[in-house]
């Protein structure tokens, strides 16, 4: 199974980026979508989660009302747009796939960079 990322890069602060998340190679049954964060000389963080089912939501209290996180169940993908972006949320992005039996599913990371 492989998670591909697309949609990072460079943004000025204040401005928006979507990135995308899509699983190949027959996952099993997925529960829950997510995409991490880590910044240099930090621990990696969530920002953002969302069941596959259900399409609950939960995000980190630093991005409420700026980050939206969302699936398409038919094509195992899931989204982050980002709107309202800040220098601190300057990161490596990783894409997170918890399926039914098995290991988590990791993307590769993308990089998001937020100039001020």
């Known amino acids: 199974v492989q998670l591909v990322e697309s949609g990072g890069g460079l943004v000025q602060a204040g401005g928006s980026l979507r990135l995308s998340c899509a699983a190949s190679g027959s996952p099993y049954s997925i529960l829950v979508m997510g995409w991490y964060r880590q910044a240099p000389g930090k621990q990696r963080e969530l920002v953002a989660s969302i069941t596959y089912g259900g399409g609950d939501t939960n995000y980190a209290d630093s991005v409420k009302g700026r980050f939206t996180i969302s699936r398409d169940v038919g094509k195992i993908t899931t989204y982050l747009q980002m709107n309202s972006l800040k220098p601190e949320d300057t990161a490596v992005y990783y894409c997170?796939?918890?399926?039914?039996?098995?290991?988590?599913?990791w993307g590769q990371g993308t990089q998001v960079t937020v100039s001020s």
């Open positions: 997170n796939m918890v399926p039914l039996f098995g290991s988590d599913y």
